[in-house]
């Protein structure tokens, strides 16, 4: 995604772009269509693009005015229901001036924001939902720590809430931070096929390097690669994502199995495996795909 829909903090320019689109309705520094179905027509017809890259647009009218931007006493619903990347985009609609500090709004329009969800109950993100979050108790999580056991978990910013909020059933604070070591690896800001390896060789160190200082009883890592990678349809960036992983998984489970560890190696959905079955164009298929 290059607008609008970032998650933990790794680009607000993403959501600046959106921002200025959906917002400000600039037609000078954003692309003008006369209507979406233009612009998405106009995407495609660079063969590389995929919908997840569609860069920010502005719909026009005759007069090359934006038709819709978000206005004074708008509602505004977003519709979402998992949280990670809604969260951003509503606290640029509902922070107040002084209060936010990421990029410049210009102009902060009043409207009646709210979330099919609530995204962040820790901080109350948004402030009005259509739908309670689901009330999570008894995670592993909870249940390692609380029973006296030490937890480490890492990975780099693009999985980092799944291996914190998610997995801590949508909280994102420790439940005891002496027994807990969360560490987060910055992710690269470019595309993920220009950089296939991502950051799996420093999550490999960070997991290399606590194995005896924290001593942890559970580790939860998460390489993004075969997700990020495999969402960008190149294969030959995908190979090399899944490659990089396997050599760093060839690293770090030995050392893991040596301290009398057992390791369960698993993945929430396939990506990089299904662009073995090219799509009706002869292309491979990018995106997430049915849980296997």
């Not at 951003?88 to 509902?94: G, K, L, M, R």
């Not at 559970?218 to 690669?225: G, Q």
């Not at 190149?234 to 301290?259: F, G, K, Q």
Request: hydrophobic share 35%; charged share 25%.
């Amino acid at each position: 995604m290059v607008c609008t829909m970032d998650r933990y903090e790794a680009d607000w320019g993403m959501v600046e772009r959106g921002w200025a689109a959906h917002c400000l309705g600039d037609t000078e520094n954003i692309q003008t269509f006369s209507s979406s179905v233009d612009a998405g027509q106009g995407f495609y017809k660079d063969e590389e693009m995929t919908d997840q890259y569609f860069p920010p647009f502005v719909v026009v009218d005759d007069n090359g005015d934006a038709v819709g931007p978000i206005q004074d006493n708008d509602s505004v619903l977003f519709w979402n229901f998992r949280g990670d990347r809604a969260i951003e985009i509503s606290t640029a609609f509902e922070a107040e001036e002084g209060e936010f500090t990421h990029f410049d709004r210009k102009r902060v329009p009043k409207v009646r924001y709210a979330g099919m969800m609530q995204y962040d109950g820790d901080a109350g993100i948004p402030k009005r939902f259509l739908v309670s979050s689901p009330q999570i108790e008894r995670t592993v999580a909870e249940y390692v720590v609380k029973n006296g056991m030490k937890r480490f978990t890492v990975s780099e910013t693009q999985k980092y809430g799944h291996v914190t909020y998610f997995y801590n059933g949508n909280r994102a604070a420790n439940f005891d931070e002496n027994m807990e070591k969360y560490t987060c690896v910055p992710s690269y800001k470019q595309r993920e096929q220009t950089r296939p390896w991502m950051k799996a060789a420093e999550i490999s160190d960070e997991i290399a390097k606590d194995l005896d200082e924290f001593k942890p009883d559970l580790m939860v890592v998460n390489y993004a690669n075969g997700d990020m990678v495999g969402h960008t349809g190149h294969m030959i960036a995908s190979r090399m994502a899944m490659e990089y992983v396997d050599l760093c998984l060839a690293c770090v489970i030995p050392e893991i199995i040596s301290r009398g560890g057992v390791v369960v190696l698993t993945a929430d959905h396939g990506n990089c495996d299904i662009m073995a079955e090219c799509g009706k164009d002869g292309n491979p298929k990018p995106g997430s795909q049915p849980e296997k």
